[in-house]
Nanobody
């Protein structure tokens, strides 16, 4: 089992920045990919960014060039740096990890609100 705790969400004006953090605990040795998804009201959950244990990253087209993802394996933590935020980035952001056995775990979510 892996437990995830997110932090760093909040309210920011358009053009501003936020950094989300997600700390994993439990069977962290089994973690392969770490990442972030988001879900806006009335919409499906969508992938934002992922990073593998080897450091390979993947981003949704809508956030490329504005968001970066990084991880500190020693701290079992993944970060999402969000710059040039737009109102359409408003959503609940969920931390996600996938283990080497392709089991997915999710955090409880953190709200990000971008005002225009």
């Amino acid at each position: 089992q892996v437990q995830l705790v997110e932090s760093g969400g909040g309210l920011v004006q358009a053009g501003g920045s936020l950094r989300l953090s997600c700390v994993a605990s439990g069977s962290t040795f089994s973690i392969n990919t770490m990442g972030w998804h988001r879900q806006a009201p009335g919409k499906q959950r969508e992938l934002v960014a992922t990073i593998t244990s080897g450091g390979s990253t993947n981003f949704a087209d809508s956030v490329k060039g504005r968001f970066t993802i990084s991880r500190d394996n020693a701290k079992n933590t993944v970060y999402l740096q969000m710059n040039s935020l737009k109102p359409e980035d408003t959503a609940v952001y969920f931390c996600n990890v996938r283990t080497i056995r392709n089991v997915n775990y999710w955090g409880q979510g953190t709200q990000v609100t971008v005002s225009s």
